[in-house]
């Protein structure tokens, strides 16, 4: 009995032994970074400047969107908007890749920190290349690109093809996936903590008691802290947004009266052609349908902006009611200041109505213009001067 006992302990032993020496054995790799791309959109003035952040995100698609005249990414806005996109970039395969990029508007793209495209300008869709990249299959190459639209329609799409050492092609000319897109870079495992050895058992010493140490004097009392308006702060921040809300608004008024009195004088010519011939009647017709529509659309998009701005001005109202409110010198020295910028923010929202009414009013004039063309072309289609034939 005693020797089946000392068996069983010893087979037991064994087995532990085994389960110990096997997990010693096992190997962990680095832990596999999330997919995707990190974003940032920003407001931006006409030429690209990068304003206050709209929101952070991720981005967990291709990068292949047409926006066109529609809301961009997941921002709600459809112009004057700046998307920051970054990540790192891992190959399947190494080799050397060409990117491409159509844009509309600007756009940049800097991969490993060397800028490989720089188009940051008001354009049409257009198409920018890069030169042959080396990316290795085994790093995580950093990824940055920059893009905005100023106004009109939206695109961005990013594209590449590349080839291996032997000049073999390893990707054809295609829109680059997000699976190989990763938002950081992979975490390595914690490394075991190896136990520490046991101390050895030290010979019993008497130690001399340390003197007593004296407590140091109490530090002098820190200075209060000033005392910021917050009120004040959030009223520079909205000042600052409808500052450049009025002066978006400014430059597509001052870009729509130019159009308009190209529009008119381009109408009037239409006066002198000859309305006997059906396929000229045809083209003009359909050129003054558009651009009656067009001044629509341009009509329309101001009065969008408008409401942003009144949309501003009421927030600066309610930081001078709440900062009136307040006890104390400080609010109301800020309200006073929320008074005398409120003033200067309406009078110039006055002075947009005054512009608006004289482009409505000049809208209605090249309407009226467009109605005599059209009642010309009618007659001319359906008659013939020369024998006076109506069809």
């Known amino acids: 009995m005693q020797r089946s006992l000392l068996i069983i302990i010893f087979l037991l032993t064994v087995c532990l032994l085994c389960a110990c020496t096997g997990g010693q054995n096992q190997t962990g790799g680095s832990v596999d970074p999330p997919h995707g791309l990190n974003v940032e959109s920003y407001h931006t003035d006409a030429q690209g400047q990068q304003l ?21 990414f997941d921002t709600g806005l459809s112009d004057d908007v700046m998307l920051i996109i970054n990540g790192y970039i891992k190959p399947m395969v190494s080799g050397q890749y060409r990117f491409f990029i159509d844009s509309d508007d600007g ?21 920018s290349s890069t030169d ?51 938002q950081t870079l992979p975490v390595e495992p914690e490394a075991e903590a ?24 109490p530090a002098p009392p820190a200075p209060p802290a000033p005392q910021t ?32 009195k190209e529009i008119r004088d381009r109408l009037e010519l239409l006066g002198s052609i000859d309305t006997s011939d059906e396929s000229i009647v ?16 341009r009509l329309t998009e101001i009065r969008r902006q408008q409401e942003v701005l009144e949309i501003r001005l009421t927030r600066l109202l309610e930081i001078q009611r709440s900062q009136g409110d ?13 008074e005398a910028t409120l003033a200067g923010h309406e009078q110039r929202l006055n002075g947009i109505e005054t512009k608006l009414f004289n482009i409505k009013g000049g809208l209605t004039e090249v309407k009226m213009i467009l109605r005599d063309i059209t009642s010309k072309l009618d007659n001319g289609y359906r008659c013939q001067v020369s024998n006076n034939l109506c069809r």
């Open 132 to 182: 042959l990249i080396q990316l290795d299959a085994t790093r995580f190459h950093s990824f940055d690109l920059k893009w905005y639209e100023h106004d009109g329609v939206a695109t961005l799409k990013l594209y590449w093809e590349g080839t291996s050492a032997t000049g073999e092609s390893i990707v054809g000319h295609s829109i680059v996936p997000i699976d190989v897109f990763y």
């Open 229 to 260: 308006n917050m009120a004040t702060e959030q009223l520079v921040t909205e000042e600052n947004r409808a500052e450049h809300v009025h002066q978006a608004i400014n430059d597509k008024i001052a870009a729509n009266v130019q159009a308009l």
């Open 107 to 127: 756009v940049s793209l800097t991969i490993d920190g060397v800028k490989v495209i720089d188009e940051w300008q008001i354009q049409a869709v257009a198409q």
């Open 326 to 338: 307040g006890a104390g010198a400080g609010a109301g020295a800020g309200a006073g200041f929320n």
């Open 282 to 297: 045809r083209k003009v017709n359909d050129r003054v349908q558009r651009a009656e529509t067009e001044l629509n659309n």
């Open 194 to 217: 190896v136990p520490a050895p046991e101390p050895e058992e030290e010979i019993l010493r008497v130690e001399p008691e340390p003197a007593p140490e004296l407590p140091a004097p």
């Open 52 to 72: 206050d952040l709209i929101r952070r995100s991720v981005l967990n698609q291709d990068i292949n969107f047409d926006w066109q005249n529609g809301p961009i």
